[in-house]
T-cell receptor
C-alpha cells in the first residue's frame, strides 16, 4: 500500500501550546498536502508543499518536507480549541489521486 | 463560489440493495475523485474522473462504479451492498487533477448498510 503513516496517532495539548505531527510515506512524490477533518465531516485543505521545497508557512502552520527521508512534519503554533480535529497528510505518488496517511487526532484543551 | 456538494448527506440501506451518491464539484473544476473512509481502513481512493472519463481507479471490487456528466457532476454507484460498505464517502474536486493542486472536499455521504 502507498498509504502513509502519521505519528503520533493521537495528541492532546493545552491551548496556546504548539502541536507537531509527523508523516512518513513510501514512494516518490510530486507534492505532499496536509488536510484537516473535523469529526465525521469533509476534509479541508491546509497546505501543499512541492517536492522541491523544504519548508512552507501559512499563518500558524509550518510544514517541512524531507524527500530523502520520505517524511514531512506539520507544526501548529499557539494552538486553539478550534484546532481540535484529525490531521492527514496526503501524497500524490505520481498519480492522479491522493494517498492519505492514517491521521493524527489532535485535541486542544481550553 | 459554491463548494463541493454531496447528496444525500445520510443514507441507510439494506444488504443487497444498490445506492447512488451524487457529487457536484466547484464550478470550473473538471476533476472529481471519490474516497471511502472507514475507521479500519482510513481514507481509500475509489476512482477519479476527468472530462467524463475515468482516469484512475483504486483497488475496489466492480460493485463500485461511477460516472461523470458533461457538466462535471459525478455519481458513484454501489451495487449489492454489503455490511462492510458502511462508510463515509467523500467526493473531491480540483481543477486538473490532485497531483498538482489542492483538492476541495464535500461534506460526505454517510452510508449505513444494515
Amino acid at each position: 500500500s502507498q498509504q502513509g503513516e502519521e505519528d503520533p496517532q493521537a495528541l492532546s495539548i493545552q491551548e496556546g501550546e504548539n502541536a507537531t505531527m509527523n508523516c512518513s510515506y513510501k514512494t516518490s512524490i510530486n507534492n505532499l498536502q496536509w488536510y484537516r477533518q473535523n469529526s465525521g465531516r469533509g476534509l479541508v485543505h491546509l497546505i501543499l508543499i512541492r517536492s522541491n521545497e523544504r519548508e512552507k508557512h501559512s499563518g500558524r502552520l509550518r510544514v517541512t518536507l524531507d524527500t530523502s527521508k520520505k517524511s514531512s512534519s506539520l507544526l501548529i503554533t499557539a494552538s486553539r480549541a478550534a484546532d481540535t480535529a484529525s490531521y492527514f497528510c496526503a501524497t500524490d505518488g505520481g498519480a492522479n489521486n491522493l494517498f492519505f496517511g492514517t491521521g493524527t487526532r489532535l485535541t486542544v484543551i481550553p | 463560489k459554491a463548494g463541493v456538494t454531496q447528496t444525500p448527506r445520510y443514507l441507510i440501506k439494506t444488504r443487497g440493495q444498490q445506492v447512488t451518491l451524487s457529487c457536484s464539484p466547484i464550478s470550473g473544476h473538471r476533476s472529481v475523485s471519490w474516497y471511502q473512509q472507514t475507521p479500519g481502513q482510513g481514507l481509500q481512493f475509489l476512482f477519479e474522473y476527468f472530462s467524463e472519463t475515468q482516469r484512475n481507479k483504486g483497488n475496489f471490487p466492480g460493485r463500485f462504479s461511477g460516472r461523470q456528466f458533461s457538466n462535471s457532476r459525478s455519481e458513484m454507484n454501489v451495487s449489492t451492498l454489503e455490511l462492510g460498505d458502511s462508510a463515509l464517502y467523500l467526493c473531491a474536486s480540483s481543477l486538473q487533477g490532485q497531483f498538482s493542486t489542492e483538492a476541495f472536499f464535500g461534506q460526505g455521504t454517510r452510508l449505513t448498510v444494515v
